[in-house]
């Protein structure tokens, strides 16, 4: 398979953090969204960004892809805008890649592992740690329309969901000696980030 484009999920609320976006918090520097896209930037094709506000507070250089339904109805809305973008906007691609906006440590062999597990027309996730992290996932781009009466016409809006009508494989990492899929959702995880990345810098 070739690199497939990846979609950055950056459309959630944030309510968590405590006062402002938890995708600009910055570990080491930089924001965490920067740094995801440093991550996966090599991975892909190209790079795009789920998010629901167009001012450009993000600062990076992406195509913004909002979401095309109504009522933020969470991540799998991400995934249909982006999967129906790249249906239209990137001629030849067969499978999307998509990561949150808040995991700072993903690995840097996430596509070859889930391209390896999807195969030609599946699709794949991650886990780590005894979880599924269905949102670090590749997916078929002819899967959009299975998505999309799932979350107009049946109303699902699990991920999990989702999962189990995609048939979706998952791809384990190991959560030590820090899990890559550690996400950043409040004021004490962005300390445990920072603790992470002075112990591994590499991370």
């Given amino acids: 398979m070739a690199k497939p484009p990846g979609l950055i999920l950056a459309g959630g609320l944030s309510r968590r953090m405590g006062g402002g976006d938890k995708t600009l918090k910055e570990l080491a520097g930089e924001t965490i969204l920067a740094r995801i896209a440093r991550r996966i930037g090599p991975q892909v094709s190209t790079l795009l960004l789920n998010a629901n506000d167009p001012t450009g507070r993000f600062g990076l250089d992406l195509p913004m892809v909002p979401d095309n339904l109504p009522d933020t109805p969470g991540p799998l809305a991400g995934l249909l805008a982006g999967l129906e973008h790249v249906a239209a906007h990137v001629p030849g691609a067969t499978h ?108």
């Fill in 96 to 203: 999307l890649l998509t990561v949150p906006a808040d995991c700072p440590f993903l690995p840097a062999d996430l596509a070859l592992r889930l391209a390896a597990a999807a195969g030609a027309d599946g699709s794949a996730c991650a886990a780590s740690g005894g979880r599924v992290h269905g949102v670090v996932g590749l997916w078929p781009v002819a899967a959009r329309e299975d998505l999309r009466r799932l979350l107009v016409e049946e109303s699902v809006r699990r991920v999990d969901g989702w999962l189990a009508r995609a048939g979706t494989a998952t791809v384990d990492w190991p959560a030590e000696p820090y899990d890559p899929f550690f996400n950043v959702n409040t004021p004490d995880d962005l300390a445990e980030a920072e603790r992470i990345l002075e112990a591994y810098p590499a991370a």
